[in-house]
């Protein structure tokens, strides 16, 4: 352990600047957006455990756990990587993209330790009361749909977790305040821009928590004699898919951070950039309204304008930052002279740097997998062949456990070099760990979209080859959970990697001097004004594929659609 | 922004930037002509609000109290299925109807959340306390279908299932 050796590197204001991203670094920041980072990779450790016991199960050929076992880990793993993974990281981020991208101290500094120890708490509480659950305390899941009950301690803990997270981004808010006091006609750089749209969208989420967890809890315990079942689905969605909004626009926000830092990208458009992020924060929560397109319900009217008209919105938005950011990092590129043809740029880029191949995938797998099954399942009549199926899980991994995993795994590279000051450990570990664990969930993603839509099997289960006293089962899909299973181990063990890369790091980590941390890019500015130099004609071709793969994918589930509906026929 | 080098790269962007910007919107208005096309010209409709009931009496609420959970021939090839879900069994569990029925399946459920999916066709809907689900199929080839309860309703969730045999006596 070398953790109190590291040279004092602040000045007397408390602040250091970064030689790398040119940022200064103040004390107060700094310390807390470790204690976030560790606490996340802490919850991914579990999460990950988690994971693998999930994924032995479902892959019946070895049927690890029993049912009541597998519910358990299930919501075990949720909420450790769904949750907790996630929403420490994102506070770590909201100060990176405040007050460290803005040169300011973290304001109030005694709030985010109170929010850290309110949100570890309550994680604990949470966890404490799925360990502890058994009948008549169902366990959660990620869903805990009222009217079934789960441990009173479940709901207190989530409305005390929504409180944490709150207080733990109240420093960031009173950042941005304080910057748009002191400097109101300068504009917010366009990561701490990222951030604060990515906060306002979390605190429509966490108070849609709040009105669904609060009466939830009084309900439980027995103060309000009953809950509508309608009521909770629509509002639990406002957290319960709020929250994964904002992983994405926080991945966004990495994205261009990290293709900036590790790629040598540039903005190519900030309005246009800005715009779509605005575009986020008016359209993506009412996308959320999808989970409950196969409700009786609602109306077609209400389905037709949330999930599709409204979704559309944030849609566009999305495809605007899948052209920017690469359209960023190719114009960069040619422009420092880092490589010329239609992918010359993308061809000399530092694969070898785990920040900058983690991202990478990130973005590539985001778009391919999460973003294209996004768009097909929030659709009305085509979420009929994926409700509730294993194609479900299989979207929400291609969004999160490849797309925003991946890019908080490359954000955690660079900080290890940028906050810790520490150099890798196994570097050779390092560089291959975002291929190894993009391949490995990659291809668990696939699967579990095919089982899904294929064979219709259902998510949430831990026994389909075997229905007794009927004649039909779902054993065809079973290679195909062969597949899964096989690679689900990889994929954890990939994990492990980063964390062993991680950990190992910060414990016996050489402290590394900032000339010899990352790639920089400050020497190569070329000056010229050659078409060459600027063309984006690589990233058109890539995002026209892109175009090309989702409307490919729309029409060959609307044929798959047809012979069920008998259209045509 | 005198800076050429930047002006100029704006300029480019902003061409790229339109071309892929409208080829984007174009796609999602035809998305969205699909959706409408679907659900006004071709009726591919979802199943809607089919009216509440207290989920404290559903056994004495109709259709659920009489005639109670079956399947009944509501016409020549035509057949309703009152269906009850409840923590973990659904009623009936087995259900059969001639092949070329047109089958209406009237359902909700007893307790908690449960999930109606029958294998091989597009009903896949939610059974809700306090919501009616109505939903039509007609099924044309002999065969047999399972359904699976697909949202978690407690510890016997995996043991909630039934099958619907469609059997080719029908008439048509």
New interface residues.
Partial sequence: MNLALLSAPYDEDGFRSCSVTGLKLHRSAERPVKLFVITAVVAMVLGGIAALLVALTRWEAVGLLP??DF?KWLSVHAWSLLIFWMVFMEIAILYVGGPMVLGRKLPAPKLAWTGWSLMVGSAGLILYAVWVSS?PN??P?L?S?A??ESHPLFYLGAILFILGAVVAALPFFTSIWQEKVENPDRSLPLVTFGAFMTSIIALEALLGGLITYVPTFLWRIGALE?I???WY?QMYWTIGHGTQQINLVAMITVWYFMTYVAGGA?V??EK?SRSAFILYVFFINLGAAHH?????????GW??WNC??AT?GA??AS??HA??IP?GLE?GRR?KGLGDGWFGWLKSAPWSDPGFSATTFSIILFGFMGGITG?LMG???LN??R???FAVPGHFHGTVAVGTTLAFMGFAFYGIKLLFRRDWVAKWMAKAQPFFYAGAMGIVVLAMMDIGIIY?V???????MD?P?????FSASAPLFGVMGVTAVLAVLAGAAFVIVAVGSLLFGEETRPSEMLPDYSGLET???S?HL???RG??AL??FL?FV??LF?AVD?MW?AR????GA | MED??VQ???E???I??K???A???V??VA??G???Y??FA?N???????G?LN??EVRQTEPFSDPGPGVYQTGPNEYRVVLMSSAWRFNPAEIEVPAGSEVTFVGT?A???H?F?I????V???M???????ITY?F?EPG???F????????G??QM???LTVTSGGEG
């Fill in positions: 049912a009541a519910y009948p169902y366990q899941l869903t749909y009217p079934l009953s509508d079942a309608s689905r540039e190519i458009s246009v409950i397109l196969a409700d009786p319900v609602v109306s077609s389905r037709m599709s008209y559309y849609v566009l495809l605007i052209f920017s359209a114009v422009r768009v659709q009305m009549q009929t062949l409700h509730n199926t219709g259902p998510r949430r289960h831990p026994s389909v229905l006293g009927t004649a039909f089962d000056v010229g004004t078409a600027t063309s984006m990233t058109a995002t026209a175009l989702l409307g729309y609307w659609l069920l509906w008998e259209f | 050429p080098v100029r790269r704006e480019i962007a902003e790229y930037e071309g892929f910007l080829l984007s919107a796609m999602l998305f969205l699909a959706l409408a679907a659900a071709m591919i409709e979802l199943p809607s609000d089919e509440q989920p404290r459920s307790d908690v959340l999930g999916h294998e091989g066709t597009r896949n809907v939610m809700i306390p306090g919501q009616v689900t109505k007609t044309r047999q279908h399972d699976v309860c697909h949202e978690y309703c407690g510890i969730h995996h299932y039934g099958e």
